[in-house]
């Protein structure tokens, strides 16, 4: 488990905090350029986007649209819209992607291994047999961002079909 959990501390969301002193994800949310940014749900209080750097295929991050560092901070309603789009983002993962498994968690705090502790949100991994060695250190990043878009396309479709 430290193999998977471990590279969420270097996250794209560190490098760039350090750089704009500003929330990447309350960027993002405001940008509303989508497709740019791999956001492929929206729903009344939080959102689901594709993490740039997976650890695995399919590695979704789903968020409140409320800056809070933790669960504890957001209203019941909020929880609930989170829980259920957790849901549909895994639901949507199994269609598009069939994996055997998932790892699905929140880092709170940079001591746990949050990459960014600010803006609180739930990883979502899914996982094969098989699957821990996915992203090697040195892979190629822009390779990662072209799968990206496929994964990214693949998922909008398969949600249009489902509404
Ligand atoms: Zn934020």
Request: net charge positive; glycine share 6%; with cysteine.
């Amino acid at each position: 488990m430290d193999k998977l959990w471990a590279p969420w501390r270097q996250t794209y969301v560190t490098q760039l905090i350090g750089k704009t002193k500003k929330c990447v994800f309350c960027r993002i949310i405001k940008e509303r350029k989508d497709k740019k940014n791999f956001i492929f749900m929206r729903t009344k209080y939080s959102f689901a986007v594709l993490n740039i750097y997976p650890y695995n295929n399919g590695h979704v991050l789903v968020m409140p649209f409320r800056h809070v560092d933790d669960l504890d901070k957001l209203q019941e309603k909020e929880l609930v819209d989170l829980m259920n789009l957790m849901t549909a983002c895994k639901k949507l993962l199994q269609k598009v992607l069939g994996p055997k498994g998932y790892n699905i968690g929140i880092n709170l705090g940079r001591v746990a291994g949050a990459g960014f502790p600010g803006h609180v949100h739930i990883h979502i991994v899914p996982r094969w047999p098989g699957d821990v060695n996915f992203m090697p250190v040195t892979a190629d990043i822009k390779v990662i961002s072209q799968s990206l878009r496929t994964l990214y396309e693949r998922l909008l479709r398969v949600q249009k079909k489902k509404v």
